[in-house]
């Protein structure tokens, strides 16, 4: 099973913004990373951050990362019907990826 | 834009037959990845190659399943024989030296019957 934990189900209506929160369990990991999974594909690299920074902003996308509480969360601002898939959270251990079992967001008009 | 290449994008095989699949990184990238995901879980590492060494299988079920990356370039995983509970997408990902982000292929969805 995933040491990697993430809620299974995020509804959002368009144009709001999405959080989606992850829990990590390996303290020492380098990089945490979010991957976005569309039916059928295989998984995009959205954005990663290094371990010692909280915050990353990239477009639409901010991440913010509490080490303390071994907390990853990533915000989609302004949310479109293109945004709906499966998100990932992975930590890095023993230089591998390791994977929550994804949160998928579905976005309503 | 470069790309993990896969091949085939789907398979369908009967229990017991051989199945392979193949897979090409991103130019550069010396580290390689197979992972497998069963519907509705996240990916899970079976094989990790470094050039052409293996550096991790210790999850891959090496009574049924073998990897191959000859030339340190692209890579082969197979299954002989396929059971039932191989059904999976089999996802290839590469990642560059230093591991900065690592680059999934678009997966071989393999179905076994």
């Known amino acids: 099973g995933e040491d990697v934990e993430q809620s299974l189900f995020l509804s959002v209506r368009e144009g709001d913004s999405s959080v989606i929160n992850c829990t990590y369990t390996?303290?020492?990991?380098?990089?945490l990373y979010w991957y976005k999974q569309e039916p059928g594909a295989g998984l995009q690299l959205l954005t990663y951050?290094?371990?010692?920074?909280d915050m990353k902003q990239d477009q639409r996308l901010t991440v913010l990362l509490n080490k303390k509480d071994k907390h990853l969360s990533l915000r989609i601002a302004d949310t479109q019907t293109g945004d709906s898939a499966i998100y990932f959270c992975a930590e890095t251990r023993d230089y591998k990826l390791s994977f929550g079992a994804g949160t998928t967001v579905t976005v309503r008009a | 834009e470069a790309e993990v290449a896969q091949s085939p994008r789907y398979k369908i095989t009967e229990k017991s037959q051989a199945v392979a699949f193949w897979c090409d990184p991103i130019s550069g990238h010396a580290t390689l990845y197979w992972y497998r995901q069963i519907l509705g879980q996240g990916p899970e590492l079976l094989v990790q190659f470094q050039d052409e060494s293996v550096v991790d299988d210790s999850q891959l079920p090496k009574d049924r399943f073998s990897a191959e990356r000859l030339k340190g370039v692209d890579s082969t995983l197979k299954i002989q024989p396929a059971e039932l509970g191989d059904s999976a997408m089999y996802l290839c990902a590469s990642s560059p030296p230093g591991g900065r982000g690592t680059f999934f292929g678009q997966g071989t969805r393999l179905t076994v019957v």
């Open positions: 951050i290094f371990s010692n920074m």
């Open positions: 390996d303290s020492s990991s380098t990089y």
